[in-house]
Structures are given as structure tokens and as C-alpha cells.
């Protein structure tokens, strides 16, 4: 490890041979590779590509200019930003028995640093099993969010994946029912039951929200009530809501026995 | 309001004249006076000084040193920071009818301004009647604080004090019930009845948490369950949780009827 933390400053990895190694080591770190237009058919670049396609490490072509904040590091080209914690792997969390129903949530388009910091802190202290980020379209999981989320990363399995649709419906192989929040939801997310299943709770980017395609696969749309007539919560807060909710449910059932 | 907005650059408004008109048109809207301790014994400060008093706004002195970062401006060393909106008085929204129940947020020692704006867009959401901030060791409702919270700063009226303290106590004397979150609160926070009684939610800093005289003059301490054993969430998702709560027991309530 000890070449690849010289060729590491902050979030990224630099340098062909720092990049191969990082790859050869831990792929379940790598957010996204940057490879330099200008660096194609050299033999190093097409080792890091396949290496990148077999981890199914996601990869882009840029223009130098891309490059120029990193200019001051001896690139060669190639760019790796790491995430300070090792990615789980989807199957090999599903095959992993589970103590009880299980609860996952997916982010489908957040942006902001903090509210992905906040959000897995929040998923961890209520227990959540995992959270699930997309590689693309989404904020990666870099030293800002492990700030924002209190060390959170480190207490909870993070989940990357290059298709939130296959994901979810990996999931709904699995037996998890899929409960999207979204302002025109039919249900308040309060009328749903979450005490008697497994269920991957969905929440959409800051201005977009969940994406039309998930939102078909979800079994449930739940809404947060508005009592003034203004616009919407801040999407760390909502999940926030959702989340504890279905914590209440269920130690509120737990008594009840 | 020319010559202020003329001499105003963001947050602050600078200068003898500007800070002296500010405080005579909109001192409701002047979050702190900073006042260089080199131009003490001036007419115009003292008139400020005055002026500040007797509006009760809060002003310092402090060294030059304090102004280096505004010496861009000529700010004659008296430098007014403003909030975007207007505070509303204490004790006017106390006299003023409510419908049904009402229900603030209290915040002790919130530090970062984004926790700060979305605890607002929260209160706002769900119809919350005010939030109640001190005029020291709190953040002060700004430009940051009015983008974080997404304009909510001018949907829900924002009360500026300057003791907290006083504000319970004027508080319960007005038939409020006062519940302060905390990590070893006696009971979790959906284990309070919050239908059947005006209340205010006391929400800690980061850090700090809500401090020993105000938890004194609560009376419900509650927490909010922990499924790992890792520290505690953000504070603006903690008051969302609790707000919420109180939302969904007020719908849930109403459908029996």
C-alpha cells in the first residue's frame, strides 16, 4: 500500500503504476477513473482499462483539461478517486444471512456531499443494514462525506453499483419490497407497515428525485405531509423522517409482544 | 433604505451613517454590531451604542485586527451584520391568537449555519409557528443559512433573543411545555403525547448539546434510539425526527375523530 498512499493526496490516486496497483488491491475503493484522451493505446492505459472492466470499476475519457486542477501531481493521465472505506459487494450482501428482516436505503441522484454524510449517519444509527449509492449521477463517497457523517462510513456497509435498476431488482429477487419517497406519493410515509418486511427505501436527488424508472419498480410511493404551502424538506431530513419511522414501528411493535 | 443598501455588501452593512440608519429603520433585522475599540468616544458610535441598547441589539467591541477582513469597505470601524429577513419580537408572537396549538423550536448553540437552515425548512414544512434563536453562540440566520434552508427563512417567523433563558421562562408562563432533546433523556421521543399541549423543542448544538439550565427548565427530556453503538445524528435530522413525530401524531389523532 505503500506506493499507492505516495501517489495519494486527498480523494485521488495518481499515476499509471499508483492507478495499476490500486486496482490489483483494492478496486472496492475506487469510485471512478479519469484516463486523459491524449493517453490512449498505451500499453499501461489498456492494462488499467481491463483491469478497471474486470472489477467493473467505471472509467472516462477526458480532455486534458479535466486534468489541469491536477496539474500539480504527476498524473500521467490517469486519475483514480478512492473512496476512504472499501465498497461492499451487492451479492455478497445478499448472501449474507441476516438477523431479522432486513433494511437497506438507496440514494438515486444526490448531490450534496452533506446530505450523503448525513443520510449513512443517520442509516447507521437506526440500524439500517447498508446503504446503496450508484456510481454514476450521485455523490461518491469521499473525505467530505466520512466528515459529514461522523465517521458513520466506517459503521455501516456502503454499497456501490453501476445499475441502481438491476440493484433493485436484485432486491426484489431477494425478497425486499421497494418503497420510493416522492412529494405526489399516494400513501403518507406513515400509513406503510415497514415492521413486516424487508424493504429498500429510495430517495431521490435534491432536484430531481427518484427517477422515473425506479419509481415504477417501487412497490410503495410515500409522501411527507406539508402543513405550509412550501416546497419540500431537505432530502437528508426526509429520509431522516422515513428512516425513524420505521424504527418507531418497530420498537413500538416489539412491545406490543 | 438607499444609503443602507448602498453601503451593504452581503451580510454586513458598514460605515457611521448606514449602521445608524439601520438601527433606526430595521434594527429587527441587525443579527450584531461589531465596533472597533480604537474609535471609542465618537458622537456618532456613541449614538449607535445608544441606539443598539435601546432596541436591544447586540454589539462588541473588538480589536482592529476583527475588521482587517472587511478593510475593503470603508467601514470607519462600526460594521451592523444583518439577516435577510426581519425578526420577529417575542412577546409579540406570544400575544398574537393562534390556531389550535402552537408549537416552536428552540435552538441552543447551533454552530453550522446549514444545519441551521434545514432545522428552519423543517420547522417550516410542518407547520411549526416559530423558531427562536439566540443572539449569541448560535448561527445567525444569513445568506448561507437562507439558501440551505430553500427560502423557508420567509415562511416561518424567526425570533431573535438575546437570553434563552428568559424566553423559557416567558415561554412557560404563556402554557407552553418545554421538551429538550437529549442523548440520556429519560424517554424515547415518540413516547411523548405532543396532541395535547402547546410545547417548544430545545435542540443542542453540535457539540454541546442543550445546555444544563435550559434541560433544568424542561420539562421532558427525550432522546432518540440508537441501534448501533455509534455517537448520534445530525442535529438537523434529530429535529426532524422529533417534528415529524409530533406531525404524524397530530394527523394520526385527527383521523379518529
Redesign the interface.
Known amino acids: 500500500m505503500q506506493n499507492q498512499n505516495s501517489n495519494r493526496k486527498n480523494d485521488f490516486i495518481y499515476g499509471r503504476n499508483a492507478v495499476t496497483e490500486a486496482l490489483l488491491k483494492t478496486p472496492s475503493r475506487i469510485n471512478k477513473i479519469l484516463i486523459s484522451k491524449n493517453v490512449t493505446n498505451d500499453t499501461k492505459i489498456n492494462e488499467i482499462i481491463d483491469l478497471a472492466k474486470k472489477n467493473s470499476v467505471i472509467f472516462q475519457f477526458a480532455p486534458k483539461e479535466r486534468f489541469a486542477q491536477y496539474n500539480n501531481v504527476a498524473n500521467q493521465g490517469v486519475i483514480a478517486f478512492v473512496s476512504p472505506v472499501s465498497y461492499t459487494d451487492l451479492y455478497e450482501f445478499l448472501n449474507t444471512p441476516k438477523d431479522g428482516y432486513s433494511r437497506v436505503i438507496i440514494l438515486d441522484g444526490i448531490e450534496d456531499p452533506?446530505n450523503l454524510g448525513?443520510i449513512i449517519?443517520?442509516a447507521?444509527?437506526?440500524?439500517f443494514d447498508a446503504v446503496i449509492i450508484p456510481s454514476r449521477r450521485n455523490a461518491q463517497v469521499n473525505a467530505t462525506v466520512e466528515k459529514?457523517s461522523?465517521?458513520?462510513i466506517n459503521?455501516?456497509p456502503l454499497i456501490q453499483v453501476n445499475s441502481l435498476s438491476n440493484a433493485i431488482d436484485k432486491l426484489k429477487d431477494n425478497d425486499y419490497w421497494i418503497i420510493a419517497a416522492d412529494a405526489h406519493g399516494k400513501d403518507?410515509y406513515?400509513d406503510i407497515d415497514y415492521t413486516d418486511m424487508n424493504f429498500a427505501l429510495v430517495m431521490g436527488g435534491e432536484e430531481t428525485g427518484v427517477s422515473k424508472t425506479n419509481i415504477k419498480k417501487s412497490d410503495f410511493i410515500v409522501k411527507?405531509?406539508?402543513?405550509?404551502n412550501?416546497?419540500?424538506?431537505?432530502v437528508?431530513?426526509?429520509a431522516?423522517?422515513i428512516i425513524?419511522?420505521s424504527?418507531?414501528q418497530d420498537?413500538?411493535k416489539a412491545r406490543k409482544k
Open positions: 452533506h448525513a449517519r443517520t447507521a444509527c437506526a440500524g459529514t461522523a465517521g458513520a459503521h455501516i403518507n406513515f411527507i405531509p406539508m402543513l405550509r412550501f416546497n419540500s424538506l431537505n437528508s431530513n426526509a431522516c423522517a425513524y419511522e424504527l418507531r420498537i413500538t
